[in-house]
């Protein structure tokens, strides 16, 4: 990987060639129908009609004020619905799923968009892709080497890379012009931060305030570099040095992880390099950042309103490799409800039996997961859940309850 590439000027030259779009192609309206016909749902309107509380038999449902689709998903699925409307005749592909969520993917297989194929290792396989086809890339976006690879196949790339992302390419291609480092909030192996890490030169991912913590630490102190190497050796950039690629440091973020925890992570390091080179020289070792997306903001934040109501259990929709919605769990289990993350109605199995993914751990069925007589239950979904299918979930609850 040539991790010196101006990427800005890649992006540049991408922007003008005619092969390559980011915009709609002027279907918007019929891509809106087919939207609003597959994900629309009439009952949800009717929650937030109710101020978010609405109650069936001995159901209470409190609706999150801020849940499912996010403008930035909204974007690309209608783009990508657009592009089959634009070329209905060539070949399409997708680099990835376009978000998180099964029945939208399943909706793109069914218009005979193809995924590019995975190797069981896990590497992509562009071999199917000729000339001429074209190459849809996700909303989390896609790294530097699969963008220059498409464009020199000389495939039509259609761009829905979501602009909160772009934003924090900026960020790090910032940090890339001054010679700092990035460290980026995320996980190393999410779609998003793989693309990101992928705009910077040299990159360090931390998962947590925990890991943070640790990189602070050695930055102040010092410690076992082998130790280190080890600890993020998925994490960083070819070479990384500890001991002389921590003194200049920008953060930039995951756009969907925990923003409490992203802002910590900011001020921690803030604090740390000021310690360290005093606060007169703080602008020649450390790059401040604002990426938080609004819409993964919003989400949390409803969430920590409606865990303050007293609910009997919380669900929590969406795709279980959906690093937002898995983040809206964490903030459940941090109030020690019962919660279940499923990603589709079909994981109720009965009025006794639920299959759910707890955070972290492997997909497993719990029993006696619907308490009995009146219950309050509390209902949010991912940045990338149509409200059909919180809709699904909803009535599913109310019938096997009343
Ligand atoms: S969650 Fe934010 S960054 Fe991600 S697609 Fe939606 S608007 Fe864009």
């Not at 600890?231 to 925990?258: C, Y």
């Not at 949010?380 to 859940?385: L, V």
């Amino acid at each position: 990987m040539d991790n010196t590439l101006d990427t800005q000027a890649m992006r540049r030259a991408l922007h003008k060639s005619p092969n390559y779009f980011r915009q709609g192609f002027g279907h918007g309206e019929e891509a809106e129908s087919t939207m609003r016909s597959q994900y629309h749902s009439n009952l949800i309107q009717t929650i937030r009609d109710h101020n978010y509380v609405y109650s069936e038999g001995d159901v209470t449902i409190y609706l999150a004020k801020s849940f499912g689709f996010c403008w930035g998903v909204e974007r690309a699925v209608a783009m990508a619905y657009e592009t089959r409307t634009q070329f209905p005749k060539e070949r399409i592909w997708i680099t990835n799923e376009i978000i998180h969520n099964p029945s939208v993917n399943a909706k793109l297989k069914e218009m005979e968009v193809q995924f590019i194929p995975v190797d069981s290792s896990g590497t992509k396989d562009f071999s199917g892709v000729a000339q001429g086809d074209v190459v849809i890339l996700p909303a989390f976006g896609a790294s530097v080497q699969e963008t220059q690879l498409l464009d020199s196949l000389g495939s039509k790339i259609v761009d829905t890379t979501c602009p909160w992302v772009s934003k924090v390419w900026n960020r790090v291609e910032k940090h890339k012009k001054a010679d700092f480092t990035s460290i980026v909030h995320g996980k190393y192996n999410h779609e998003e931060t793989i693309a990101t890490s992928s705009y910077a030169k040299r990159y360090l991912v931390v998962l947590n305030i925990q890991e943070a913590e640790y990189v602070a630490n050695y930055i102040l102190n010092g410690g076992s570099r082998q130790e280190f190497l080890g600890k993020f050796s998925k994490a960083t950039s070819p070479d990384f040095d500890p001991d002389l690629d921590l003194e200049r440091i920008g953060v930039a973020n995951q756009t969907t992880m925990l923003k409490g925890e992203t802002e910590a992570i900011g001020k921690l390091f803030e604090k740390t390099m000021m310690q360290k080179y005093g606060v007169e020289n703080l602008n020649q070792h450390f790059l401040a950042f604002n990426t938080i997306c609004d819409a993964t903001q919003e989400r949390q934040d409803a969430m920590f309103e409606i865990v303050e109501e007293e609910l009997d259990l919380m669900i929590v929709i969406g795709g279980y490799n959906s690093s937002n919605t898995t983040h809206l769990q964490e903030i459940a289990i941090e109030r020690n409800l019962s919660s279940y993350h499923i990603d589709d109605v079909h994981r109720i199995l009965s009025a006794e039996v639920i299959e759910h993914k707890p955070l972290g751990k492997a997909i497993t069925q719990s029993s006696n997961w619907l308490p009995s007589g009146k219950i309050k239950v509390g209902v949010t979904s991912g940045a990338s859940t149509p409200d059909r299918v919180v809709e699904d979930v909803i009535n599913r609850i109310f019938a096997l309850k009343n």
